[in-house]
């Protein structure tokens, strides 16, 4: 299966559906850091894998979907649901790059350069979730 | 201290909301969920935890945030199977099985890290 860009997409989303995840995105990233300082880098560092834009995402998705369907005159539930479903499961094989990504800065940061280990452990993450999904696809 | 707080939500917002849009863009859908995965919020942070703390600090969030991640697996895969088999609307097994990730994350945490 081939991946490809589809732009048109982000005309259909709608600037309410954006705020949602800026402020979900915005909230998560602030409260991680009141919970560190409160708590220590040990219990805050657990929400750094926190699926902040997950739950929004696959809504959107399913309701997307649907409103597709019924404009083509038919019953979209099924369909929304489904599609909202296969991005979970994309998220789950991706959680496994998260843990690469997690493991990267864990061991490499106190060695290496800071902006070396994030943009080293972004392309990590992106590998290990690609490699993941094209081996699930090839199943 | 408010102004810190402020910094990180926008901080946060933007780097979460570029990758959710890079996620919308792509086709299929399940190569588009490796998007709803993606280190937004450990990027954000570790980015101005490394500035403002110091490497060691950043490092014992990154050790923990694999005990994180693994509860994102079972969440994920929780919110999959729930609307895939148990026909459950994503509004509904998003949020209930945000409940799994906290008792997997914590679980995890007692039972290595603490």
Same mark, same amino acid.
């Given at each position: 299966?081939? #991946?490809? &860009? ?16 800026? &402020?979900?995105?915005?909230? #998560? ?18 929400? &750094? ?73 972004? #392309? ?14 090839? &199943? | ?10 901080? +946060? ?14 086709? !299929?859908?399940?190569? $588009?969920?490796?998007? +709803?995965?993606? !280190? ?9 935890? /490394?500035?403002?703390? +110091?490497?060691?600090? $950043? ?29 459950? !609307? ?14 997997? $994350?914590? +679980? /995890? ?6």
């Amino acid at each position: 299966m081939r #991946v490809s &860009l589809n732009p048109a997409v982000l005309k259909k989303t709608k600037f309410h559906e954006y705020a949602i995840r800026f &402020l979900a995105g915005g909230i #998560v990233t602030a409260l991680t850091g009141i919970i560190a300082k409160k708590f220590g880098p040990g219990i805050g560092g657990l929400f &750094l894998a926190f699926p902040a834009i997950l739950p929004a995402s696959i809504t959107l998705i399913e309701k997307h979907e649907r409103q597709k369907k019924e404009r083509a005159g038919l019953h979209g539930a099924v369909r929304g649901r489904k599609a909202a479903g296969i991005d979970a499961t994309g998220a789950a094989i991706g959680s496994l790059g998260l843990f690469a990504f997690a493991l990267v800065v864990w061991r490499l940061v106190p060695i290496y350069k800071s902006w070396m280990v994030l943009g080293g452990a972004t #392309v990590i993450w992106m590998a290990v979730a690609y490699l993941l999904w094209r081996i699930r696809k090839a &199943l | 201290m408010l102004k810190q707080i402020l910094f990180r939500a926008l901080v +946060g917002g933007s780097v979460v909301s570029a990758f959710s849009m890079l996620g919308d863009l792509f086709e !299929p859908k399940s190569f $588009a969920g490796l998007f +709803g995965s993606a !280190p937004s919020i450990a990027l954000a942070t570790l980015g101005l935890t /490394l500035f403002a703390e +110091g490497k060691g600090y $950043a490092s014992t969030e990154a050790c923990s945030m694999t005990l994180g991640a693994a509860a994102f697996l079972v969440y994920a895969s929780a919110v999959s199977g729930l609307m895939m088999r148990r026909k459950w !609307p994503a509004k509904l097994a998003g949020s209930v099985s945000l409940l799994l990730w906290f008792a997997v $994350a914590f +679980g /995890l945490w007692f039972a290595v890290l603490r």
